[in-house]
């Protein structure tokens, strides 16, 4: 009786594939550009027929936006739309190469794909960290793995700084009374509440908003 793996074909060596990201860190709503690139061309006399692989992310943290076969592997259909496989969170992006007829061909150096990835907008914690995971295959004929890829990439989401805000000083002053605000300074779009308490024998006479660059921008309610 024949061992199960009398017909396995042998791995090739010396063939890599990377896989990269041309940020580490981006905010989120940003996004991050990761590319699969292989060495050194694997040649016509290695057998080898197909490339597919599959790259795994979390869709909770980033979207796939677009993908883009590499120059020398446009003819090839490519897929790349999320599938969460009943998990939630459980992304991936596929990917086949496949030669006419079976036969064996060479593949080229160089890049297979480049898939962006867009962060979600609507994080919650201070960052977060998403793993890809690629796993590739180069089959021959029989669909027997040739040479076998894992490589992976993190990328770290940020939650946007908030923008700071200015707050303008609020001075008051009044003759024959007593004036009071609600709030020593207060940032554009706030309600300011003044209160002005005449003297005896005094009745108010108004409001007058001194010394600033944005009068127009400055309403006042009476009541």
Same mark, same amino acid.
């Given at each position: ?17 990377s ?24 040649p ?7 490339i ?25 259909? @490519?897929?790349? *739309?999320?599938?969460?496989f009943?998990?939630? +969170?459980?992304? !991936? %992006?596929?990917?086949?190469?496949c030669? $006419?007829?079976?036969e064996p ?7 297979l ?13 201070e ?38 805000v ?11 009374? @007593?004036?009071? *605000?609600?709030?020593a300074?207060?940032?554009? +779009?706030?309600? !300011? %509440? ?5 003297? $005896? ?17 400055v ?5």
């Amino acid at each position: 009786m024949l061992p199960v793996n009398a017909f396995a074909a042998e791995l090739l060596t010396g063939y890599n594939f990377s896989l990269n990201a041309d940020k580490d860190v981006i905010q989120a709503g940003e996004s991050v550009t990761l590319t699969v690139e292989l060495d050194n061309t694997i040649p016509v006399e290695a057998g080898a027929t197909m490339i597919q692989f599959e790259l795994w992310y979390d869709s909770t943290v980033v979207k796939e936006t677009s993908m883009t076969n590499g120059p020398d592997y446009t003819h090839v259909p @490519t897929g790349g *739309a999320e599938n969460d496989f009943g998990e939630i +969170g459980k992304g !991936v %992006t596929t990917f086949g190469w496949c030669a $006419d007829d079976n036969e064996p061909v060479a593949f080229p150096a160089g890049t297979l794909a480049t898939i962006v990835y867009t962060a979600v907008e609507d994080i919650e914690a201070e960052s977060l960290e998403t793993t890809f995971a690629l796993e590739l295959y180069v089959c021959d004929y029989i669909s027997e793995d040739l040479v076998v890829a894992t490589p992976e990439v993190t990328v770290t989401v940020e939650k946007p700084a908030e923008e700071p805000v200015t707050k303008y000083g609020i001075d008051v002053s009044g003759s024959n009374g @007593t004036v009071e *605000a609600d709030k020593a300074e207060a940032a554009a +779009g706030e309600t !300011v %509440t003044l209160t002005a308490t005449p003297n $005896d024998g005094y009745e108010f006479g108004s409001f007058q908003v001194l010394e600033t660059e944005n009068y127009d921008e400055v309403s006042i309610e009476f009541t």
